[in-house]
């Protein structure tokens, strides 16, 4: 039998008396399921990251309803992908972005067990940038290891697509051939975690339908990102201290554990399936990009 990735909601799903959610094929369950996910990774780390003055129900419930109004408004961005899909409005992909990383942020914050509105993040391809707003307002510049990789594997194998890349807020590169192991791939192009690649030549309006199906994979990528908290305490641990390397390495690497997580999920998902779309996150991009009405 194949084994679905959402018993990762199984917590919250009970919780509220919900049947196991299948594909998204309404926006019912479109909703319920980014609420779900949200509230789940919320909930999961503010238990990890409590205080040893603080209540574990109190905490668990505060920070689960934390991370699903995260949860909401990462949906929200979700249909604003439809909305590029269809009209290619730089304004649709761009304000579609910006809601998912503080939909994101949202989660990431609750599972960090602090409030919802202190940090901000927002990602452009292997970048990330921290905005803090508690007290002293703050940027930090980071980089994920496991982006940039997949980044440069992406540049090897086509060219960055810069007008594309400035249109949407994600890394595109066009290349003749898709042709990338681990990766979410399609006909005419492929996500390789947060980088879309696309083939050469597509009309413009099959071109919009990619991008839009493989920015929700870029979206996916970003939903994995709020379990990096439960790592808070044990990278605490170890990378405390004076080492100056582990110094250099915390100040300017953002450790994204979120990339292994989405890539073993996807393989999960692949085992038995009867065709290309008997799996979840394909038919997530597929619903966002081609059939949400």
Same mark, same amino acid.
């Given at each position: 039998m194949k084994i679905n990735f959402l018993f990762l909601l199984f917590l919250f799903l009970v919780l509220f008396g919900t049947h196991q959610i299948k594909a998204q094929n309404n926006d019912s369950q479109a909703v319920i399921y980014n609420i779900g996910l949200g509230g789940f990774f919320g909930g999961l780390g503010a238990v990890i990251n409590k205080k040893p003055n603080e209540k574990l129900g109190k905490v668990f419930i505060k920070r689960l309803w934390q991370g699903s109004l995260g949860g909401l408004v990462i949906y929200k961005s979700k249909k604003l992908v439809y909305n590029f899909s269809n009209s290619g409005d730089f304004k649709d992909a761009w304000g579609s972005k910006i809601l998912n990383s503080i939909g994101n942020s949202i989660v990431h914050n609750a599972a960090s067990n602090t409030n919802f509105w202190e940090k901000m993040y927002l990602n452009f391809g292997f970048n990330r940038l921290e905005? %803090?707003? +508690?007290? +002293?307002?703050?940027? $930090?510049?980071?980089?994920?290891?496991? %982006?940039? !990789?997949?980044?440069?594997?992406?540049?090897? $194998?086509?060219?960055?697509?810069?007008?594309?890349?400035?249109?949407?807020?994600?890394?595109?590169?066009?290349?003749?051939?898709?042709?990338? &192991?681990?990766?979410?791939?399609?006909?005419?192009?492929?996500?390789?975690?947060?980088?879309?690649? !696309?083939?050469?030549n597509l009309s413009q309006k099959i071109e919009r339908k990619v991008i839009a199906h493989k920015i929700i994979h870029v979206y996916q990528y970003n939903d994995?990102? &709020?379990? &990096? #908290?439960?790592?808070?305490? #044990?990278?605490? !641990?170890? !990378?405390?201290?004076?080492?100056?390397?582990?110094?250099?390495?915390?100040?300017?690497?953002?450790?994204?554990?979120?990339?292994?997580?989405?890539v073993a999920l996807n393989e999960l998902e692949n085992q038995n399936r009867q065709d290309y779309y008997d799996n979840y996150f394909e038919k997530e991009a597929d619903y966002y990009s081609f059939k949400y009405r």
């Open positions: 905005f %803090s707003l +508690k007290n +002293k307002f703050k940027v $930090q510049y980071q980089i994920m290891p496991l %982006s940039l !990789l997949a980044t440069v594997v992406s540049s090897t $194998q086509g060219s960055f697509d810069f007008k594309n890349s400035i249109k949407t807020g994600h890394f595109i590169f066009k290349t003749s051939y898709i042709d990338f &192991n681990g990766s979410e791939q399609s006909g005419s192009g492929s996500a390789s975690l947060n980088n879309i690649n !696309l083939l050469n994995f990102s &709020n379990i &990096n #908290p439960v790592f808070n305490k #044990p990278k605490k !641990l170890f !990378l405390n201290n004076d080492n100056k390397v582990v110094q250099f390495y915390r100040k300017w690497f953002y450790s994204d554990f979120n990339g292994l997580l989405k």
